[in-house]
């Protein structure tokens, strides 16, 4: 049986950081495990998504009884299979521990995607990952958490609707949130909420809580009964990623993401070519420091261009030189 938590953080080093202390397996995914927080940091800098939440964490963890039977190697399988499921074109690093009793991996997965250049939403993730590790679960025959009774704590009548096929009023609530946060053009908490009441629904801000209640029939429910994805920590996160974002490519527009897929691969090409040249330089001078740049040799330069400079004739000719006679003057003594 494996868990998951979810949760983000504007600093992707540091969560590598933490995570690869005490890892005894690790592995990555459209990346090098060993220069994972460069190459990420990378990809970002590149769509000038620098700001807001820079990667998703993911704790998956497993009961002490499948930690032993399954072993590291296996269970950083298994997080390489869930985060490939979650984000295929995201760069990926898994590092699984093996500390405690359930061993567990700590996925780390970058916010840009490396084709588009668009940001990972967290918005209803944590029941999309748990779809996904469920899923994942039964195709190894490994048993699945079941959900507490009365998790949503519905109604007889409610019950009996779901049975029916039939829509509550809490899943008219849910839908029509998700709704509004499809909808890119909401980059602020006040449009939020003025987008709901547009719907029907109107916001009440209870401390760090917050209560939807339906207009049409006079009906509240706290977020967090709703589902983490409702909760005003999550919608508020979300929202201010996306108004960085926009304020950044607003401040500079030259720095805004290539839209033309040619020129997404075209620049990722570049940027990749010159990553390995400085990685090369770099271990090439750790290793023999025998690596000069170029600058540090000093060039052969004929005193003129070399094609103005005109080769001796093979026949040129040779001034003669004049026979002399040598005279010797005697003198009697």
Not at 1 to 28: F, H, L, P, Q, W
Not at 150 to 177: C, F, H, P
Request: glycine share 4%.
């Amino acid at each position: 049986m494996a868990t998951v938590k979810v949760s983000t953080t504007i600093s992707c080093s540091r969560a590598i950081n933490y995570a690869e202390k005490r890892a005894e397996v690790k592995d990555a995914y459209n990346c090098e495990i060993t220069n994972a927080k460069q190459e990420m940091a990378m990809v970002r800098e590149m769509y000038a998504k620098t700001d807001g939440i820079q990667a998703h964490l993911i704790i998956q963890a497993f009961s002490p009884e499948e930690s032993a039977q399954l072993g590291a190697e296996k269970i950083n399988q298994l997080g390489m299979e869930l985060a490939q499921a979650i984000a295929p074109d995201h760069q990926i690093a898994i590092y699984t521990h093996i500390d405690k009793e359930h061993f567990h991996n700590h996925i780390v997965i970058n916010s840009v995607n490396l084709e588009t250049g668009n940001k990972y939403h967290q918005h209803k993730e944590f029941n999309h990952v748990k779809g996904l590790n469920d899923e994942l679960l039964k195709q190894h025959h490994l048993e699945i958490v079941q959900p507490q009774k009365n998790y949503e704590k519905l109604t007889s009548a409610e019950v009996q609707m779901q049975r029916r096929g039939k829509s509550t009023w809490k899943q008219d609530i849910r839908t029509k949130i998700d709704e509004v946060m499809q909808d890119r053009s909401v980059s602020s908490y006040e449009a939020f909420r003025e987008r709901l009441e547009e719907r029907g629904i109107k916001v009440h801000d209870r401390g760090k809580n917050v209560t939807y209640e339906l207009l049409e029939g006079n009906k509240k429910v706290r977020g967090n009964k709703l589902g983490s994805s409702y909760e005003r920590e999550t919608i508020q996160q979300e929202l201010v990623s996306r108004d960085l974002a926009k304020q950044k490519i607003k401040d500079n527009p030259l720095k805004r993401p290539p839209h033309s897929v040619k020129y997404q691969q075209i620049a990722k090409r570049k940027a990749y070519k010159k990553q390995l040249r400085n990685d090369f330089k770099t271990r090439l001078s750790s290793r023999t420091n025998l690596y000069s740049p170029k600058k540090t040799f000093t060039a052969f330069k004929a005193p003129q261009p070399l094609e103005l400079i005109s080769p001796i004739p093979a026949l040129a000719p040779v001034k003669q030189i004049a026979k002399t006679i040598s005279k010797g003057i005697s003198l009697s003594l």
